[in-house]
């Protein structure tokens, strides 16, 4: 089973940026289509943005215009840019397969407060 490990939250303006890094392990990273995802206080968890292993990426409309997704498969890492972060950008953000199929991990935490 892939794993996926996020990394790079933290606390920014409304109006900034952030960029967060998922690292996964497993030769397969590749040939997977992939996620973000996020997840709210009371809020289920929602697929942001995705990309496929052909990089052609997808965004919730949410997102869109503000959000970049890419991925590095020599390093078997995917990013997220995220720039004009809103408050309800506020939210715990995973990475795992798109459908997910992997156990979730711990997520990194983003915040956009003043």
């Known amino acids: 089973q892939v794993q996926f490990v996020e990394s790079g939250g933290g606390l920014v303006e409304p109006g900034g940026s952030l960029r967060i890094s998922c690292a996964s392990s497993?030769?397969?990273?590749?040939?997977?289509?992939i996620g973000w995802y996020r997840q709210a206080p009371g809020n289920q968890r929602e697929l942001v943005a995705g990309i496929s292993q052909y990089g052609i990426p997808n965004y919730a409309d949410s997102v869109k215009g503000r959000f970049t997704i890419s991925r590095d498969n020599a390093k078997n890492t995917m990013y997220l840019q995220m720039n004009s972060l809103k408050y309800e950008d506020t939210a715990n953000y995973y990475c795992?397969?798109?459908?997910?199929?992997?156990?979730w991990g711990q997520g990194t935490q983003v915040t956009v407060s003043s």
């Open positions: 497993g030769s397969i990273f590749r040939i997977l289509s």
């Open positions: 795992n397969s798109n459908p997910p199929h992997s156990s």
